[in-house]
């Protein structure tokens, strides 16, 4: 049963750094799309980034939405079969429920998504507040 579980919530003060974990089940998360994304109360749920399944030669590479000013870093841990979301210089507007999300096709080629109407498994999300 394909499964994702993001982890790694928290409170933090302005300027300070959280990682979230996405852990995969059921499908082996380097070679699919993976898509982070963020929702604050009373807000749409906006991309924060993806990146893109491996291929034959090819590695992933992340793409981030505007909101992230390179603050933000996506990576794939090839040992736990996880995809994490490296977050500094965080800011209050930060402050939303986090979720990762995969379309789960396999060897999908170049590319990933930052329409989260492309995506179709999500986890259940894990909050981020950031506040003094």
């Known amino acids: 049963q394909v499964q994702l579980v993001e982890s790694g919530g928290g409170q933090v003060q302005p300027g300070g750094s959280l990682t979230l974990t996405c852990a995969g089940s059921g499908f082996h998360m380097p070679y699919y799309r993976i898509g982070w994304f963020r929702q604050a109360p009373g807000k749409e749920r906006e991309a924060v980034g993806c990146i893109d399944g491996d291929g034959r030669s090819y590695r992933g590479v992340p793409v981030y939405g505007d909101s992230t000013e390179s603050r933000f870093t996506i990576s794939k841990d090839y040992t736990d079969n996880t995809v994490r979301l490296q977050m500094n210089a965080l800011k209050p507007e930060d402050t939303a429920i986090y979720y990762c999300?995969?379309?789960?096709?396999?060897?999908?080629?170049?590319?990933?998504?930052?329409?989260?109407?492309?995506?179709?498994?999500w986890g259940q999300g894990t909050q981020v507040t950031v506040a003094s």
């Open positions: 999300a995969t379309d789960l096709v396999l060897n999908a080629g170049p590319g990933c998504y930052l329409q989260r109407q492309k995506y179709d498994r």
